[in-house]
């Protein structure tokens, strides 16, 4: 029977690409891209020539059935996203969804994606964390933001180099300036960066000097001295 495969792309570093990826977007029928011209270049370095499908947040709702019956009809299928692993921050949950529903088999390869390197990199615990990725720009932003600032797992966020600074000034202001961070940029490029700090600390680092690149922040969980304190002042009162 065919099936839907999930296959990561590198997020920067075109060796990072796996030899079973390699084999599987070599042997489908489809390649469902989210934009086909970036992943033209990277199945042009690969050798690769498919037929390409764009799926996107814009299309994924309308297309998902169709792909669905396409994979019934016997034809395998790859999904894969710019950069990264599909279903992270990008387009995927539908269609695995859609195809599981159908009782279509679904494959998702291990690969690249930008949160675990920069999360290891950053030195905070690994053993609990939670990966928010991109936080609600506008409604409903305030509100997450508050319940995590009790959270005591390390947390992960994708953010735009252009909303970095913002974001730091808020995080310090609900998670306290001297809450331990860091900020990787530019992962498995030529000008990766991994920059640690208290979240005052970054905020003046990264004013003074745009980032520039796809930014992950990694921000330390609520130490136990303070949710100590909070319970014995909530006792209190």
Avoid at 54 to 65: M, Q, R
Avoid at 96 to 106: A, L, M, Q, Y
Wanted: with cysteine.
């Amino acid at each position: 029977m065919a099936r839907l495969y999930l296959v990561p792309t590198p997020i920067g570093n075109m060796d990072d690409i796996t030899l079973r990826a390699v084999k599987v977007l070599s042997s489908v029928d489809v390649i469902l891209a989210e934009d086909t011209r970036t992943s033209q270049v990277l199945l042009k370095h690969l050798g690769i020539e498919k037929k390409m499908w764009s799926h996107h947040k814009f299309n994924e709702h309308a297309a998902v059935e169709a792909v669905a019956q396409t994979i019934v009809g016997g034809q395998n299928i790859a999904l894969i996203s710019d950069a990264g692993t599909p279903g992270i921050s990008d387009p995927g949950f539908l269609l695995v969804r859609t195809c599981i529903e159908h009782g279509i088999d679904v494959e998702t390869l291990p690969g690249a994606t930008a949160f675990v390197p920069a999360l290891i990199d950053s030195g905070f615990p690994c053993d609990r964390f939670c990966f928010e990725g991109f936080l609600p720009p506008k409604k409903g932003r305030s509100k997450r933001l508050q319940q995590l600032a009790t959270e005591e797992r390390t947390m992960i966020f994708y953010e735009s180099p252009y909303r970095l600074v913002k974001t730091l000034e808020q995080f310090a202001e609900l998670f306290g300036g001297d809450r331990p961070a860091s900020v990787s940029r530019e992962l498995t490029k030529k000008f990766e960066e991994t920059v640690r700090g208290s979240l005052a600390e970054l905020t003046r680092r990264f004013s003074d000097r745009e980032p520039k690149g796809e930014i992950v922040l990694i921000v330390a969980g609520k130490p136990r001295r303070e949710r100590t304190d909070d319970r014995s002042n909530h006792e209190t009162e």
